[in-house]
């Protein structure tokens, strides 16, 4: 089928993503049910941003536009999906749609219910599609894989899928660098950008890097706006034993009752945790941080605008590596 087929199947999904279905609210009943993480909020603000920058028909024209796809000659993709936050392989299967290949899609245990609905109701409306997506327990015999999962999990996919062409994607997390002059609403669009999904993504950010003497009384405030997760019982237990390690290790911390902001050279944090470092030489940590391959995303002035870590576009791509070029030359 043509490209141009295939994105006006999927502006149909984007419509259907964005309203008020009985169908969809009942699954993402159950994806919450069945998942604790998956938050009502947090599944809305996934398939609002899917449908915005992911099922959007001129976005998607423009990015194709650089492709050539289908491919003439289609091949078997393992997808391995990961499930950290709702829907964060969708752009994955995205990208075999579009380039043609057969896709085998191995779903996270933490999100079956809302990757396995998308793919159902785009066989449901379009048949013709029904072949070139099959989820599968075990991925065997294919041409090519792409495989998202912990650094652990990472030694395991290399080692199976050595001999073939492969995208392999470990751990990774997002910093930000404050300089001191940034507005209220800067910061507040930074809580965004750290409390979001619970701060389980890997564009969230988990450390800041301050000036010295950095006044964090304005940030502590800002980060209040997400005091509400405080209720959540998953999170709330993660932050109480995250404080009680602190507590008993005698570690000087900060803390709103939301968040607990710990100073650590450390990029990767706990739940409910946000490390800061501090800096002298802002050239100097910005050529650090760019050669940092454990970063997916770079927040602050000159960097990824405040609040737009949760937002990526079509070519935003995971560890940039291109997905579609690597599909579309397979």
Sequence with gaps: ????????????????????????????????????????????????????????????????????????????????????????????????????????????????????????????????????????????????????????????????????????????????VLDGTETATELEALADDVMLYFGLGCRNVTSIFVPENYDFEALLKALRKYSYLADHHKYKNNYDYNLALVLLSNTAYLTNDNIILQESAAVFSPISVLHYSYYTDAAMLREELKGNNDLQCIVGHGFTPFGMAQQPSLSDYADGVDTMQFLTGL
């Design 1 to 176: 089928m043509s490209s141009s087929a295939k994105v006006t199947a999927l502006v149909r999904l984007g419509q259907y993503l964005s309203g008020n279905d009985s169908d969809l609210q009942i699954v993402k009943d159950r994806a919450f049910q069945a998942n604790g993480w998956f938050t009502p909020e947090f599944i809305d603000l996934s398939l609002q941003n899917i449908c915005r920058y992911y099922l959007d028909e001129s976005r998607l024209n423009e990015w194709l536009a650089a492709y050539t796809a289908p491919v003439s000659s289609p091949r078997q993709v393992g997808i391995v999906a990961a499930g950290n936050i709702p829907l964060v392989g969708f752009h994955d299967w995205l990208c075999g749609f579009l380039s043609g290949h057969q896709v085998r899609l191995k779903l996270s245990s933490k999100d079956t219910i809302l990757m396995q609905h998308v793919i159902d109701k785009v066989k449901e409306w379009y048949p013709e599609y029904a072949e070139q997506t099959q989820v599968q327990d075990i991925l065997k015999n294919c041409d090519a894989y792409i495989a998202t999962g912990s650094n652990n999990s990472a030694r395991y996919f290399e080692y199976y899928f050595a001999k073939y062409p492969h995208i392999i994607r470990r751990n990774r997390t997002s910093v930000a």
